[in-house]
């Protein structure tokens, strides 16, 4: 059975979910549904087979839309999901899921109650990079995970409605919690304001997991360079994901961390394995397209979900606590520099 | 006149050093102290016009020794300094100056009062990178400075007296001091103890500036490579210094962070200015021959210090600030961790 | 006025060339032939608006068709080309204009009885590299250029009907030709086929100008890495354009080949002024929208066109004069190979 | 016992041997020849157990010297080494071991009359590079060696005595007589002489061997960048040796050439296997130490050498023929430049 797919939203990302889920074999893409009455020109121009639409109501309500598929701007997301979970829709957000955990806790109940697939686009879990990861750290081939460094910096783009910890954080959110099963017991956030007073444009986060892991994320909208650097430190290796470097994005180095016995800590120099290293060819296919594959074959009941609506809060949850203390470092700092020298 | 050199301690630093201060014109080496008798030994085979001793007294008290250079670990730098100061001999120390910001300003109060020379070996400062860079602030070629940004990792070395904080950070923190006339008005530090749990290896820490400037310092013994990146974000031009690249140690992009009249911030988009790259061409002579010189200039009237013992204080002051707020935070993470679930 | 575009071939470039011609506002795609059924079959579905042919004859004798772009392999050019020309209808040739040189002078001949338009395809000239690169060189800002040294390696892939000197040299060749107004004197090829024995895979050519230019191509289908790297040597400055860096792809080098006056050169050593590097911005935009336009452009006489088919005919000639090279010197050590020790 | 060295010529090079001959426990520099009155002056001051000569007879004749360490222009190396082989001294030379074939000849001769070491210093051969490369062949790791591809360029420095190819393409020439055992069948040489009329200072050669192996080298006095890259071709594999690469000097591609069978390589599209990187760790010796240590060795018995004077002929011997059909191309392309247009 063909699901008949109804997109919101078809700005910077909705043309790619809307190639993605059209090249997809048990998708079909019904209608779009934009605000803007030259996308919806555009849109009736280019494909004489899909419907564009002003209002997601009359979306939502098509009887062909089995799916609903939201890419607009995060403040929109509650309310369009609701919808479509009230009209027993099911539900892809973009990433960020939402604006507020209570948000994304509502929408995972309502969806929960009619037995809906409510699920967000965390699409970097379908890259080659990621899977690969994925399949490394399953296995335990990097030993125990240690840490995660994440560089993902580059320069612009300024979203209106979201600042840099939530314009960048979950793609790495995302990516630490597919790749290990632990608890965060801490966030410690700093950044800075540089160009507009409320929306910080350079964060840095240090989250601390139960099982002795850490994780730092430097995020900058203000980087000169494009940087998309994740590094994974290991007791048996260590592991750097360079997602700009076409000819080896992965490299592992077969350079663990030894760990000493307990008591022997303090006083033992500590020893390092130096030695090769290693790069995995990695599937070049398209990451989106493994989103609309993986969303239809939830729908299906193919397959579990890798990134279904508690995932989504989870990171929420994340964004809100780091916002939090990013937040009151900010006005600490402001306070400050307010005194007098 | 030639200044008379005793050197105190010839482990890893202290023969670069040696080979410098030879070479200087200004100076001559006449004697080294080392506690180990295989390394008096090797230099008493090797060099037959230069005195060891086993005794750093008998150094110190020699007549023709008229500045004391010392590279031994930091936990002994004061008790040398000070007793060659009490002797009337300038003093230059390796990074970290001491060990506590007390034992610095001892020093300080002691040199000022027999006007001697003190002063801290930061070398970077002598680099062609960091001239080159401090040229190009002191000329506002980049704007104003809006932010530092920091990678400083590698693999090891462990060393026995400091930990990743003390060892790292003083480079950074010499730079960004000696780059900018700023105060520093708040600290952010977390961290991680991997090997050895009561010396962090992995540190970030955060520096606000007074005048909205704001720095990153990425610090780890943890990496599996070797990373030495220094970004510099201005309001015209933006600068990265890799020191790992030989063919382009220093990058300035022409893309500076564009603000906005501080009422329209708020809500106005920013806009860069995307441009051209440009690599100077950097000088390539041993920053430590710098050093050498600029010790001997120092002390012969020539010019005023810029490395002298306030500076070293001043960067002990923010290692112990930092130190404190690692404390602080690695106690609270392991009290969460400690915590049944 | 409109320009009718009648497209011939959809197979691995074509689509592009759809593309590009489809946006641009001076031309309408009115047709494309192709002998494909399921080519024909997906065209006809995907747009509307596009008739499909599998007979050439049929796509040219359109009255709307204009112009006639033609995609197909090589050995096909010259025919489709003639009857196009014959037809009234102006010409886009994929590169390599035709297999042999006698072909391309008798479509050249055809053209200009007709007054019609006859251009082929050399995309590179259309990047922001190459223009920026001919803008430098026009104003002679690298001093006298003094060689070439291109790099144009990678893995695969064959194409059924041309060699590896077919495959690669175009692009070089219509680049050197564009930049420098010069008279080619020698061709050296030499080469070697690993795996198929007819056709060579690993070609090396040098070619010497009159006026004291030398260039060097190394083209190869058997490297493990892709590499674009295209080297100028000038007497002011040197400038390297790596095509698969994003970052800088050009970079300027502030050293120059000093020359000595004639009657010392024997005696002197040479001087190199080492200095900046400098990697300027270039435009982004696609290379082949470059060429549609300028097609449009020449059609409607508002400029001379930079890749005419007299372009293409030397690049041909080249072509054959390096064949016969390489094959004379193939033999020569086959028969040295197949000698007794 | 202790092997006696004297040292011939202390300009560039010679310090490096000293100190590697100094620092081998199986030998004892005894003393060092050079014409120029300060280096004397210098040795003097600097090593008061080193005994400095104007005259190399003098050296030679020492008795406590077993063997002669020749580091002086290409020109003298004959003169010398038959001084000191008559003398009764093993020999070590500098590459290219002589000016001329039947120099190198005359050598080997009088060595072997009186079983002496004569032995060239290829020092690349006792780089941890080359040691892995030399393994990985020996163990068929590549499959069978299909090509070498090597760029060697960098801007000067031009030697007083030798041109491009016979200051580079020894490298080169050594490295692959020591991985392969096969039969140079012939040579192809162009270049360009741009600064100095009689000495080319870009050299592109291709080397044909007897079993279907091809080697091209592009050497260069003229690049803006110095680059050291040497690609390995194999039927199973292909390896990138970048020498300036700190982080992964070798990368393993598992990618090799497919060969059909010979009746089918007309007619099949070859088949790439495409796949991991692999970056082995290296030795980070001294090269320089290893050729003394080999030095020592050979002259004690303990191992036969890799680096004899029959390995410096073949490549004398090769870069004649080279320089034959250079001069007989640059000669042909000088006709064609003179002639009327």
């Known amino acids: 059975m063909t699901i008949g797919i109804g997109l919101v939203g078809y700005g910077y990302w909705g043309p790619n979910l809307f190639r993605n889920f059209r090249n997809n074999a048990d998708c079909r893409v ?6 803007k ?32 598929v939201v890419a607009t701007p995060v403040a929109s997301h509650y309310d369009i999901a609701r919808r479509a979970l009230d009209a027993g829709k099911h539900v892809l957000l973009e990433k960020p899921m939402c604006a507020t955990s209570d948000e994304a806790s509502d929408l995972i109940e309502r969806a929960k109650r009619k037995s809906l697939v409510l699920m967000v686009d965390h699409t970097f879990l379908f890259t080659g990079a990621v899977q690969m990861i994925k399949e490394l750290v399953a296995r ?11 560089l993902r910096v580059n320069l612009g783009l ?57 994780a730092h994320l430097n995020l900058s909208w203000m980087s000169p360079v494009k940087i998309r650097r994740f590094t994974i430190g290991g007791t048996e290796k260590m592991l750097v994901w360079d997602d ?19 008591e022997q800590r303090s006083m033992i120099i500590p020893q390092y394995r130096i030695g090769d290293i290693h790069s995995p060819r990695l599937r070049k296919t398209e990451a989106l397209n493994g989103v609309a594959e993986h969303f239809a074959d939830v729908i299906q009941g193919k397959v579990p979900s ?4 508690n995932e989504g809060l989870k990171i929420v949850r994340t964004l809100e606590l780091a916002q939090a203390r990013l937040d009151n470092n900010l006005e600490r700092v402001r306070s400050q520099r307010d005194k007098p020298l």
């Open 37 to 68: 009455v030259e996308t919806r020109e555009h849109i009736a121009a280019a494909f004489s087979d899909i419907l564009a639409f002003e209002d997601v109501e009359m979306l939502i309500a098509l009887p062909g839309v089995d799916a609903v």
């Open 158 to 214: 300024f979203q209106p409605d979201v600042n840099c910890l939530w314009d960048l954080a979950p793609h790495d959110l995302s990516i630490i919690n597919y790749l290990i099963d632990d608890e965060l017991i801490d966030v410690e956030a700093s950044g800075y304001c540089h160009v507009n007073q409320v929306a910080p444009d350079m964060v840095y986060l240090t989250l601390h997991f139960r099982k002795n892991c850490i």
């Open 306 to 309: 890798i990134m279904a609506g």
């Open 30 to 35: 019904i209608g779009i549904a934009d605000k």
């Open 244 to 262: 700009l470097d076409e000819d080896q994005k992965i490299k592992i180095y077969s350079s663990g961390i030894h760990f000493q016995p307990e």
């Open 140 to 150: 335990s081939a990097l030993g125990q995970v240690c840490y995660f460094d994440s």
